[in-house]
């Protein structure tokens, strides 16, 4: 089954504790992204990356870290992570930038006490 | 830098009557629109796209939109709505400034009255 994975679903932790949400993709997409939700304010762009070693901030990188080491993977790393990163997280995938159809993951809930 | 607009963060119509959510979008080139929809507890997933064929686009579940290029509007209607509509709905652009980055609304939470 064509899938975008998560993991964890859900997190709790402390301030300045480190983390990492993981991402894979089994479509051999070129084009990953790390958005967050929080309410009133949509999906914001974290960072994309456009292929294998290649990526970019979207509009709020700030905080955040991301690697592109295969294909399949994109972790979002938070190294230090603070009350204000409490959010909803999706990571998403689709074939190319532009025109094609992003497949999301189902969301990581992150509680930064 | 592109930004996308979506007038009405609630939007409530009874069941049957028709489905309009509005989406503007700022750019002097026609971007790709898309709109997707996240039912509760779950992740986003297409509902229909723009991509510079027909400007009136049809998706999945009776839903459509209409690429209206001189009002900069991607507005997403359906006729007739069904309790199941009931969801929240995003209208995203993807930049074609130079950029590989995507924008969403603030999104639409559409309720549905019996």
């Known amino acids: 089954e064509a899938q975008v994975t998560q993991n964890p679903r859900y997190l709790i932790t402390v301030t300045g504790k480190k983390l990492t949400v993981t991402c894979s993709q089994n479509?051999?997409?070129?084009?990953m992204s790390w958005y967050r939700q929080d309410p009133g304010l949509g999906l914001r762009q974290i960072y994309y990356s456009m292929n294998v070693e290649v990526t970019d901030k979207g509009d709020v990188p700030e905080g955040y870290k991301v690697s592109r080491k295969e294909k399949r993977n994109f972790p979002l790393i938070l190294e230090s992570p603070s009350p204000n990163q409490t959010s909803l997280y999706f990571c998403?995938?689709?074939?190319?930038?532009?025109?094609?159809?992003?497949?999301f993951g189902p969301g990581t809930r992150l509680t930064v006490l | 830098a592109q930004s996308v607009t979506q007038l009405g963060s609630h939007v409530s119509v009874s069941e049957g009557a028709l489905v309009l959510l509005r989406c503007n979008y700022s750019?002097?080139?026609?971007?790709?629109l898309f709109w997707y929809v996240q039912y509760p507890n779950q992740g986003l997933q297409l509902l229909l796209k723009y991509t510079s064929a027909a400007t009136l686009v049809k998706g999945i579940n009776g839903f459509e939109a209409e690429f209206k290029k001189s009002e900069t509007s991607f507005h997403l209607t359906k006729p007739s709505a069904h309790m199941s509509d009931a969801a929240e709905y995003f209208c995203?652009?993807?930049?074609?400034?130079?950029?590989?980055?995507?924008?969403f609304g603030t999104g639409t939470r559409l309720k549905v009255l019996a």
């Open positions: 998403a995938s689709s074939s190319r930038m532009g025109s094609d159809t992003q497949y």
């Open positions: 479509m051999n997409h070129e084009y």
């Open positions: 750019s002097s080139v026609p971007p790709y």
């Open positions: 995203a652009v993807s930049d074609t400034s130079g950029t590989y980055k995507y924008i």
